[in-house]
């Protein structure tokens, strides 16, 4: 093998290694973000079990959204770097993320309905 078939190599290795990189660090905040989503969604429902504080609710809908566009986002960006078998699994995925948001929407939506009529609570006094 002449020199510039070694440098080559070496060059497509290292493209290779940083594609890869990317794709680990694409999927770790994937990964953590629908973490986000679904830890953020149980703590909305169970503030509504306990009949919580509204503000409380809304804020962490927020969050949970949030998190839902970073996983959204990282989705499409690894459908652009990758299309093997194991990521194009868990692309499909994303959909159950949108309908654990929309579920607790709606419920965030019921909740505040069913409050409507209440006082505010201290804290939004202080506010």
Do not use: W
Not at 18 to 26: A, E, G, N, V
Not at 100 to 107: G, K, N, T
């Amino acid at each position: 093998m002449g020199r510039k078939t070694k440098k080559k190599l070496a060059v497509d290795d290292e493209a290779e290694l940083i594609h890869l990189q990317k794709i680990q660090s694409l999927t770790k905040e994937r990964g953590n973000a629908r973490r986000k989503i679904t830890n953020t969604c149980k703590a909305i429902r169970q503030l509504i079990e306990v009949g919580g504080s509204r503000s409380n609710v809304v804020k962490l809908l927020v969050e949970a959204t949030t998190a839902y566009n970073v996983s959204k986002q990282r989705n499409a960006e690894l459908t652009d770097a990758s299309i093997d078998p194991i990521q194009f699994d868990k692309q499909v995925d994303q959909h159950r993320y949108l309908h654990l948001i929309s579920e607790v929407d709606r419920e965030v939506d019921e909740y505040l309905i069913s409050r409507k009529g209440d006082a505010a609570s201290r804290a939004s006094h202080r506010a």
